[in-house]
Each structure stands twice: as structure tokens, then as C-alpha cells.
């Protein structure tokens, strides 16, 4: 078995090439490989600030576009293994538009502040957070492993 990623692109400002969708792949299959999770399936859609803004607000009750959004699925029957079906792992949604303002502000490519974004939201759905500064250190970290084991260093 294997990661499976759905791809959609919900927003119109941001033209989506061909090598943002692999880039998103990649980042979610490195990310799985250095975790061990050797299946799952996961959505990654990509919209533009007002409907993160109002999934922000819905979900989270801040009053505030954001960059990455993620909601893990935590199935509540898992499936024995031999079943052959891979589990929900969950959604990510990333707001491309603010990517490519953070990769300018930031002064990176928009390659990788996807793949940050991606990397992070991925981790968020396998139980990374970083509410304390021990768990920020933790994830921070790892988001970074993954990014140089897939030649985005800064």
C-alpha cells in the first residue's frame, strides 16, 4: 500500500503547474516514508484567502485568513491491515495566494513554502502540533528534515 493525494485546486490567482501538484506528492511522500506511514489517503486542496478565511472562522473561530489548515480524520473504526483499504488520514488546505505573498516576504521560492505548507499540514494530520514550545521545536524540526531530504533548504 501506499499515500494516496487528491489534488484540487479551488482558486484562480495563482496559476497551478504541473510541478506544484508533484511538489505537494512529493513533500506528502517523503513526510510519510521519514513518519513510517505506509498508507493513507490525504486531500490537499488549494484556495484562495476568503475561503480559508471563512474555514478559519468556522472551524477554529479565528477571525482571520491563515496560510495552512488541516483536519485529520481519525477513523473510528480502524481497519485490520489485511483489509486492503488505506485509511483517511485527512484534509489539508493551504491558501496558494498567501503562500506566494509568504515565499516573496520571506524571500524563498513559492516551491517551497508549498512544500513547507504541505509538510506541515501533513504533520499536523499525524498528531504534530506545536501549542508548546517543546512541541513547535519537534515539528518545526522535522518539517525541515523533510524539505532538505527533498532539496528545499533555505
Known sequence: MSITVHINN???SVSVPDRFTALIRT???QTATMERVQAGEVSVTLVDDA???ALNEAYRQVDRPTDVLSFPQG???P????SGVAPLL???VISLPRAKEQAES????LERELAFLTTHGFLHLLGYDHQTEAEEKQMFRRQE???AAIGLTR
Do not use: C, K
Not at 481497519?79 to 489485511?82: A, K, N, R, S, V
Open 75 to 77: 477513523d473510528d473504526f
Open 10 to 12: 479551488e482558486q484562480e
Open 51 to 53: 475561503r480559508i478565511h
Open 106 to 109: 520571506y524571500g524563498h521560492s
Open 79 to 82: 481497519l485490520p491491515e489485511e
Open 90 to 92: 485527512g484534509d489539508i
Open 145 to 147: 528534515d523533510v524539505l
Open 27 to 29: 513533500a506528502i511522500a
